[in-house]
């Protein structure tokens, strides 16, 4: 596969989880990471010497998150990948939502990303000439978010947005979405009830296990590369298969 050394990858929300496995991925390949995320980290994702920059950005404020992408170029001098990570929504009812909590959610998952593609745009266009852009959904998006109805709604829209993206900024920016199935992150055990009930998913699920950070980090390095370079305005589900059918799974606990 193409190197993607020396190139400057924009990582939003990747001091851990599926973004720490994203910046890994391209450190390990060579490439130059620059990381916003709205908190630091001990330790910053490192592989073989090649540390990752790091900049505290609130992606949800168009000024902080311009910072980045400046930050990104100062330091680099170019700008060639943005990947939109940052995201995410605590459980909560849609009949109990306040307006300001969907708000919220809507403005990271969706409004953000939107931004953030904008102004990494023309700092491509301002240095490297063309690039790649990546939107981090979930399987939210394609199927009922029970308890978190906002946010598959603007995972939903970020599927739509990376087509029109890729067609407005074709043929010098790339513009495709994965859709990252359910991932083993530190925060597993909090969401799925433990090890038991990660046990208790997995061995449902096609591949019987579910996504590590590294899965999608691959993806996310190969719709990067020139291996990709005619794939744009895509949507690539990351997710071993699929969840099944509510319906299997009663049957099979009858």
Known sequence: MTSLKNHTIVVTGGTRGIGRGIA????????????GARSATADLPSVDGNTAYFIEVDVRD???????MDFAVEKTGRLDVLINNAGGSPETSAADASPRFTDAIIR?????PAVLSQQAYQAMMATSGSGSMINIASVSSIRPSPG????????????????????????????????AGLTKTESAHEHYGGE???AKIEQ??????????????????????????????ATLEVHGGGEPPSFLSLQRDE
């Open 24 to 35: 890994e991925r391209f450190l390990a390949n060579g490439s130059q990471v620059v990381i």
């Open 62 to 68: 168009a000024e902080s998150s311009q910072s980045l």
């Open 108 to 112: 990271l998952n969706l409004i953000a």
């Open 148 to 179: 978190t109805a906002a946010y598959g709604a603007a995972k939903a829209g970020l599927l739509n947005l990376s087509r029109s993206l890729a067609q407005e900024w074709a043929p010098k920016v790339r513009v495709n979405t994965i859709i």
């Open 196 to 198: 038991e009930g990660i």
């Open 204 to 233: 449902h699920m096609p591949m019987q296990r579910m996504a590590t950070p590294e899965d999608i980090a691959k993806a996310c390095y190969y719709l990067s590369s020139t291996e990709a370079d005619y794939i744009s305005g």
